[in-house]
C-alpha cells in the first residue's frame, strides 16, 4: 500500500504543481503517508518477545526439575521397592534378571527401562 501512494506521489510531484486539484491530491496522499503508522507494531513484537522469553523460562525449569527426576532414578534413591510378595514370588527373580541384562537389548530403553528398580517394575508389569 504504501508504494503504491509512493508511486501516486511521484507521478503527481512530476505534473505541473500549479493546478490546485494536484496539490489537493498530493496533500491527501502526503496525509495518508503520515497516518499510515504500523500502530502496535513494536509494542506487539515486545509482547511477543516477552512470551518467548518466558516460555523459555518455563522449558528450562521443566528440564531441570526432569533432570533432577532422572538423577535420582539413576542414583537408586528412587521409592520402588521390589515387592517380597506371595502372589508375585518370580517378581524378585525377573527384577534380579533385568538388572543384569537389560542393556543387552534396546528395546528396553524403548519402554522407557532406564536401569532404576521403578523403570523394571513399570516394564514387568506393564510390559511382559
Known amino acids: ?12 510531484s512530476k505534473l505541473d504543481n500549479s493546478s490546485t486539484t494536484d496539490v489537493r491530491r498530493l496533500d491527501e ?5 503520515n497516518r499510515f503508522q504500523p500502530a ?10 516477552q512470551n518467548v522469553s518466558n516460555m523459555a523460562v518455563r ?16 542414583d537408586g534413591t528412587s521409592q520402588c521397592e ?3 510378595d506371595s502372589r508375585f514370588p518370580e517378581c524378585p527373580g525377573k ?5 543384569s541384562r537389560w542393556t543387552s537389548d534396546p528395546c528396553y530403553a524403548f519402554y522407557g527401562v532406564d536401569g532404576s528398580d521403578c523403570s523394571f517394575l513399570i516394564y514387568l508389569s506393564e510390559v511382559e
Not at 5 to 10: E, S, T
Open 1 to 12: 500500500m504504501l508504494e503504491v501512494i509512493l508511486k501516486r506521489m511521484d507521478t503527481l
Open 82 to 84: 521390589v515387592p517380597r
Open 59 to 74: 522449558v528450562e525449569q521443566i528440564l531441570q526439575s526432569s533432570m533432577i527426576q532422572g538423577r535420582v532414578v539413576r
Open 40 to 49: 502496535g507494531l513494536v509494542e506487539r513484537i515486545q509482547a511477543i518477545a
Open 95 to 99: 527384577v534380579d534378571w533385568m538388572r
Open 29 to 33: 496522499l502526503s496525509l495518508a503517508i
